[in-house]
């Protein structure tokens, strides 16, 4: 009697499956993979040693093994440039006291993406996330590293939403379009 059990409801789980693999297959979901990309070579500035630097990195070369990321932007067929890259702590509330109980962290990219003869392929764009942060002046220490993992997640965040900016259909065929005559 048991197995019987199990073999309907391990028959009713791969229906389950197939229905909502179906599913994704209808509604056009495809894994993030490699992007072959219409430019071989890309200039930025953002620094390589930075940790917003290191997690723009591994994105790129890990979705375009071809592509070489250089040091100097007079070779490169694009040129990705970090305006700005601003941090930002405002105090939310306050207590009885006047001391602070919430704050509320920012970090903003300014960037712009131009080719090689100076077509501008991303205007001139703001990218930025917030965090609120509660906060107690007993915990300052605990704060502080708490402080430093929200501003890396939101650096994690604006690089993925970057990566995808640079890497999207709509820049890519204005780069063919622009370089190639189609």
Known sequence: MQTIKCLVMSKKLLIGLVVLSLCLVGCGFKMRGQVDTPFQTLYTNIPKQSPFGIYIYRLLKASSPNLTILDTPSSADVSLTQLSLTRNRTEVSLDANGKVEEYELGLVLNFTMTDKQGNILIEPTLLSA???LPYDENEAA???????LLYS???KSIADRLYRRV???EVLDQYRRLNTGQ
Do not use: H, N
């Open 130 to 132: 917030t965090r609120l």
């Open 142 to 148: 605990a704060k502080s590293a708490e402080m430093s």
């Open 153 to 155: 997640d939101m650096e």
């Open 167 to 169: 890497l999207s259909e």
